[in-house]
């Protein structure tokens, strides 16, 4: 078996000492006589695993003791219209328009509020992210929402976009890649599939302004409730059970190595491909500089026909997963917390012979 | 490793060949060099095992080809709020409350619309299910709902409990447990995690006026919307891609055996439990005896003083997961198709040795 060098963005690659480790549980679940996915939700066994998860994350990503953690389903995608429906609640607030995912959530948003978009790069192909105090804001706002990484387009926030006042946030594809204000942000959300381990399990961050605001809200069916999650600790119905019990895995491999380690080797590999997409005009790196992703590094290459050869040549050189999006083209990297160095250098040789060989 | 005999209601025991097959695929999914988890919902190695996923559901339910299938997430309770939002839409329709499930799914019917309850076993803690007839029908009622089986008071429905008009179906905890008659249902849905798989996988089975009728919905969230979802083939957002490989295993294994096979040996299971419940006073089955489930079997004992006995002493005879439902009490045994005959006979052995000593 090889496992290639894999860049997918999403679904992504995982720690294969995580990947044994689940292996090794789905006979048995810590020698309780019962498989990891058959073990029942409200077992001893599992609701160790989930407080588990929470302290991790909690100790991870720096959250105060007065927020709340939930684990749902239906990704980043039911969040745009929980929050919606729970926070936004008839207001308007400000959604910073960077890319494919904020724009679908400015949509959600339109079904219980009005989404007001002060900014959006959507006509320069989403390259640049605003900079601070450089919109208009609404002072009025319920909140401001902004994605803190944009897959497709290759853009990362180097931190909050405001000062001040409420902040709703969509950290999909950077969660737990870096140190950041938890205590900054009222609702901070995350598909778990990018840094933190398989596809359906969501985390969602509530501070106690959202939880007080969510409390209001009417009509919201059950399971679009925070309200009644919160209630129910992540477990008003059956939760992806297996996917809590990577993801409680993937934040132990993170603290073991401790967060700020983490970020500085994610730093150290994006910069790498950077260097090369620098290097020479073969290379058309798609994000403006200021707004560069140390997750999604994006770019074209000058003589367009080579984009899916280069492609093609990845894939026999056991490069997956480095197709740009369609809607950008070109190329690009997808390198979370657990794409090993040895799968960027295989990259960052692979992008130069392909210049030798091609420029 | 010792694999205790699993009674649970949900998650509950998978077939081990199902459990090994998984593991194989962890590291490189069909020697794609990336790992089951890891790989990109749009690749073509996902594509095939989502549409293997559906083919085998509709040979094993006898889906008829104009209906369409889904794979969500969010379980039962969040198709409660689906079903009413897009084919309610503020309209009555008759819930046959039969239980737990069943008002859950009648209190988010309110959100949408009107749920008219013609009949009720609330008063008899759900030990009988309605006579077909035996309740008035409203003749402008949008659907009839009904829950096939019950988990926490076990009872199970033969058929469908009116010979015409629109049916809307919780299957959760008997899909694929018997032959059905699909072509009669216009929304059939199921968490995954009794019969079919791990938690967080949710089927959907849609009739055409059911997609009809969805397709007039307003104000519906995309993540809500079942015409989103049928438009995009189950992948409008990033799915749990680990729980439908493990549910295609699971058809698969299905499928080899044959359905009658498999319903078959479920209902000769149950008959071994309920013979021993049936055959002194010392057992009190708590269905209706035209009621009962053959997935899940319900009771309490004569003395209730020797219902946490048993409870413990099963454990210590390594079978797990027979405490009754807090609503009910007692003790239940939950069989679905994965339940091997072993566990069931060294419950049926547990339990006449029990009689013996404590009767």
Excluded at 3 to 25: C, D, M, T, Y
Excluded at 121 to 135: E, F, I, M, N
Excluded at 325 to 353: I, K, Q, W
Aim: with cysteine.
């Amino acid at each position: 078996m090889t496992r290639k060098h894999n860049f997918s963005a999403g679904p992504a690659v995982l720690p294969v000492s995580v990947i044994e480790e689940l292996k090794a549980q789905l006979n048995d679940l810590h020698g309780s006589g019962i498989g990891l996915m058959e073990i029942s939700h409200r077992s001893q066994t599992f609701d160790d695993i989930v407080r588990s998860a929470m302290a991790r994350l909690r100790r991870v990503l720096g959250v105060p003791d007065d927020h709340q953690v939930l684990f749902l389903q239906g990704g980043a995608s039911l969040q745009f219209a929980m929050i919606a429906q729970n926070i936004l609640q008839g207001g308007s607030a400000d959604y910073l328009d960077t890319g494919a995912w904020t724009a679908k959530s400015i949509k959600q948003a339109g079904h219980f509020g009005t989404a007001r978009v002060p900014f959006s790069g959507k006509s320069d192909t989403y390259r640049q992210l605003p900079a601070s105090g450089s919109w208009e804001r609404d002072p009025s706002a319920v909140y401001t929402y902004y994605c803190t990484n944009n897959t497709i387009f290759g853009t990362q926030f180097a931190g909050a976009p405001v000062p001040d006042g409420r902040l709703v946030c969509d950290m999909s594809s950077d969660i737990a890649s870096r140190s950041i204000d938890a205590a900054a942000h009222d609702v901070i959300f995350a598909g778990a599939q990018k840094n933190l381990g398989p596809s359906g399990v969501t985390v969602v961050i509530l501070s106690p302004w959202a939880m007080a605001r969510a409390a209001t809200a009417t009509q919201v069916p059950d399971m679009l409730s925070y309200g009644v999650h919160l209630g129910k600790g992540s477990l008003f119905n059956t939760p992806n059970t297996l996917g809590i019990f990577v993801l409680e895995r993937v934040l132990a491999w993170i603290e073991d190595q401790g967060m700020d380690t983490v970020a500085a080797r994610n730093r150290a590999k994006a910069q790498k491909i950077y260097d090369v997409l620098d290097s020479s005009d073969f290379w058309q790196p798609h994000a403006a500089r200021d707004s560069r992703s140390d997750m999604n590094i994006t770019w074209r290459l000058a003589d367009s026909d080579l984009e899916p050869v280069m492609v093609q040549e990845g894939l026999a050189a056991d490069i997956s997963g480095i197709k740009g999006h369609r809607s950008v083209g070109g190329l690009r990297a997808s390198t979370y917390n657990a794409c090993p160095d040895a799968s960027v250098d295989a990259l960052v040789g692979f992008m130069g012979e392909f210049e030798r060989t091609r420029g």
